[in-house]
């Protein structure tokens, strides 16, 4: 997950990768990390897109794009929920 963050990842498809369930999967991930499987992965991609916003001059579609999030609403909406600000926001604080 942390190498693969920006790809498509769900959790049928970890599952069917370690021949478990589902289920025993999620159970597991969360009992060992804290966190869902979706959240994790989300946080990986708003930390990647605060560097990108820091260091970088791309667009905030582009810095969705780059961290595998097409939909650079839903990127905004998850960026808030997250970090309190949205991305603009946050990148103007550097």
Same mark, same amino acid.
């Given at each position: 997950?942390?190498?693969?963050?920006?790809?498509?990842?769900?959790?049928?498809?970890?599952? /069917?990768?370690?021949?478990?369930?589902?289920?025993?999967?999620?159970? /597991?991930?969360?009992?060992?990390?804290?966190?869902?499987?979706?959240?994790?992965?989300?946080?990986?991609?708003?930390?990647?897109?605060?560097?990108?916003?820091?260091?970088?001059?791309?667009?905030? /579609?582009?810095?969705?794009?780059?961290?595998?999030?097409?939909?650079?609403?839903?990127?905004?909406?998850?960026?808030?929920?997250?970090?309190?600000?949205?991305?603009? /926001?946050?990148?103007?604080?550097?």
């Amino acid at each position: 997950l942390d190498e693969h963050y920006t790809e498509t990842i769900s959790l049928d498809f970890l599952a /069917e990768e370690f021949y478990i369930s589902k289920y025993y999967l999620a159970r /597991e991930f969360k009992k060992e990390y804290g966190t869902t499987i979706i959240r994790y992965v989300l946080a990986k991609k708003i930390t990647h897109a605060k560097e990108l916003l820091r260091y970088s001059n791309s667009s905030i /579609e582009e810095i969705a794009r780059l961290c595998g999030m097409d939909d650079a609403s839903y990127f905004n909406k998850v960026f808030k929920k997250m970090e309190g600000c949205t991305a603009s /926001e946050y990148r103007k604080q550097w």
